[in-house]
């Protein structure tokens, strides 16, 4: 083990990106660190809002977007970060994008047409749910598709 303390590990990976309040948790007890001076440690770069679930969710909720992901997924991988719920549905109702037409944009992307018969519609819609989108918008989307073809 090193000498880096907790806070000098912990700001060094600040510097790189935003981390979870869990994220962090883990790596630095991943390092041996004590538990008790971790938590210090996670108090203090929230209290000096170097840490902040809140910044970590808002830039995680407009990266997935950037990928055309949709709400249940990235719900599911915010929670997987140790992100609480409230958290989450407040990136999520503040990111102000229609997921209707996210949701139309990732399957023009990966196909052309929206099938032309059940099977190749529902492996659309499996596309789409796969992709974090609900069956409303995975719907909206494959009428978008039918639209332009």
Not at 72 to 88: N, T
Request: hydrophobic share 40%; aromatic share 6%.
């Amino acid at each position: 083990m090193t000498d880096t303390t907790p806070h000098e590990r912990a700001i060094g990976l600040l510097a790189r990106r935003e981390y979870s309040r869990a994220e962090l948790r883990e790596r630095l007890l991943r390092h041996d660190h004590d538990a008790d001076e971790v938590e210090a440690t996670l108090d203090c770069l929230a209290n000096d809002n170097l840490q902040s679930d809140a910044r970590f969710a808002e830039h995680f909720v407009r990266s997935r977007i950037g990928r055309l992901q949709g709400p249940r997924k990235i719900s599911a991988e915010l929670a997987a970060r140790g992100i609480d719920r409230e958290l989450v549905r407040e990136a999520l109702d503040e990111s102000d994008v229609d997921w209707f037409e996210l949701a139309a944009q990732a399957l023009a992307r990966r196909f052309s047409t929206p099938g032309a018969d059940m099977k190749a519609r529902a492996k659309r819609q499996r596309f789409l749910a796969s992709r974090g989108f609900d069956g409303e918008q995975s719907r909206h989307a494959l009428e978008s598709l039918d639209g332009e073809a």
